[in-house]
């Protein structure tokens, strides 16, 4: 496979971020579908549970500037800890290290179908079904891949797909089929720095939550998407290739 123009800004700010420690991050480096247009960096929850004690939690300094966390609390957590067993403190943290670019919302390409039995996103849910074959359609969103398989998980079975034979088909998403995560990601960073690849990176080293980063590639061996992980969305660093 053809090697990432931004694999030297992937690898450097993984470097800044680790070079300090023997604890690593569980890291998947590779060509993957572009996420969600660039978002307004506009103060905002993206999703994010509100807590009383914004960036204030054991062992780690609660001054996002100097993005630093102790070598005490790294040393008690393990590779590879479920994104969702990541506390509201410590999401709220990276939150503000990365100035509001971390989000809760991502869900999976289809989910507005599955919601549409209630009448709730019926629009949305025709635009997907409309587009749903479409590459150029897909690529705007953040839980959607061109390989519609790496959406779901490859251990359980978990997704939420249309039928891609017939994306209008109604069964795919009627009672009982119910809509899942998958291998999808629902803590992502919408990057627009560098800075924010290292913060990402420095986050995973100290609490052991799995990576996987989407940039405008593609990867046929799916190692863009993993369940329960953090993604970060990269290919606003294109730019700094120019």
């Not at 800004?9 to 070079?19: D, E, G, Q, R, V």
């Not at 780690?60 to 609390?73: E, R, V």
């Not at 996103?121 to 839980?143: H, M, P, T």
């Not at 088909?169 to 803590?187: E, H, I, L, N, W």
């Amino acid at each position: 496979m053809r090697q990432s123009p931004l694999f030297p800004i992937l690898y450097n700010a993984f470097f800044n971020a680790t070079s300090s420690t023997t604890h690593s991050a569980s890291v998947i480096i590779n060509e993957s579908v572009r996420s969600r247009p660039g978002d307004a960096v506009a103060p905002t929850t993206h999703g994010l549970e509100t807590t009383n004690e914004p960036t204030a939690f054991s062992g780690i300094t609660t001054d996002p500037s100097q993005k630093t966390f102790s070598s005490s609390f790294s040393s008690t957590m393990s590779a590879r800890v479920p994104a969702s067993a990541i506390s509201p403190e410590q999401w709220t943290f990276l939150n503000a290290t990365v100035q509001g670019r971390l989000h809760a919302d991502g869900a999976p390409f289809a989910s507005p179908c599955f919601a549409s039995e209630s009448g709730s996103d019926s629009v949305q849910c025709a635009s997907i079904q409309a587009g749903y074959l479409n590459e150029k359609y897909r690529v705007s969103f953040i839980g959607s891949y061109m390989m519609p398989q790496w959406e779901t998980c490859q251990a359980t079975g978990d997704g939420c797909l249309l039928n891609w034979q017939n994306p209008a088909d109604p069964t795919a998403f009627s009672s009982p089929r119910t809509c899942k995560q998958g291998s999808v990601s629902k803590y992502y960073v919408d990057v627009q720095e560098p800075s924010d690849v290292t913060a990402a990176f420095e986050f995973a080293r100290n609490t052991g939550v799995r990576i996987v980063i989407k940039n405008t590639g593609h990867d046929y061996q799916g190692r863009s998407s993993a369940p329960d992980s953090l993604t970060l969305s990269v290919s606003v660093l294109l730019a700094l290739l120019a």
